[in-house]
């Protein structure tokens, strides 16, 4: 839908006209399709989780549930929940984030959905001091990267292995590429790398200050972690 990509492309406030516009047109062919209700209360949630507008995405992703699980439709039911896990993971609550991860992983076996479960658990170990973990767990993802291959998924990627290594206390110039890489992903492929750009620029500060290997403690970003 045109208000997501506004969303990963970092136009807000063109994103919350669109998803305005999709529930009037909704609205006025009589909104009598529950799944696509659904997917738009799905797709809205993490626009304002990016707005730091926690308790409308829950109540959003609220709607999709039920929605969907009157619907049976266990693979859509499994993404939204992927998506409050990433409301969770904002909020800081590691553990409860990761408890929804698996309920989701539990409901589907789509390569998509346990990818997407993978890659979020991989950054929740590296940010809660399971560094080593998250190492291990990203090596058996690897062949799932490969097979869902996409600008937004490579930059992800690129970006929790700059999170791991640098919480291993790794070679800062190679968390730094890894970094750049990531960032470049995103801007030659019209996404938002505004975070991302700060969060480098961040760690080559520290670098020119200590000239030595650290570990960065920094808020979650909204966007690193979303599938």
């Known amino acids: 839908m045109e208000g997501n990509a506004f969303r990963v492309s970092g136009s807000f406030q063109r994103a919350l006209e669109k ?19 659904a997917r738009i209360d799905r797709l809205e949630s993490s626009l304002r989780r990016c707005l730091g507008q926690l308790d409308s995405a829950l109540a959003l992703l609220d709607r999709a549930e039920n929605l969907f699980d009157t619907l049976r439709s266990n693979q859509q039911l ?33 390569p998509y959905v346990l990818l997407c479960v993978r890659h979020n658990s991989i950054d929740i170990l590296a940010r809660s001091g399971r560094p080593q973990e998250a190492a291990r767990l990203l090596e058996k993802t690897r062949s799932l990267y490969s097979d869902h291959v996409s600008p937004l998924l490579t930059s992800r990627r690129l970006w929790v292995e700059s999170v791991i290594l640098r919480k291993i206390g790794g070679d800062l ?13 995103l801007v030659d492929h019209g996404y938002d790398s505004s975070v991302a750009a700060i969060e480098l620029a961040a760690l080559r500060e520290r670098e020119r200050r200590q000239r030595r ?6 808020n979650p970003s909204p966007e690193r972690q979303a599938l």
């Open 19 to 37: 998803f305005a516009m999709a529930r009037e047109i909704q609205g006025r062919s009589g909104g009598a399709d529950p799944d696509l209700t």
């Open 78 to 110: 499994a993404l939204t929940m992927i998506n409050r896990s990433n409301v969770f993971f904002v909020q800081g609550d590691f553990d409860q984030a990761m408890a929804v991860l698996e309920r989701a992983q539990d409901l589907s076996q789509d």
């Open 173 to 185: 110039d190679l968390v730094q590429e890894l970094m750049l890489k990531a960032t470049n992903q």
């Open 213 to 218: 290997p650290v570990s960065l403690e920094m």
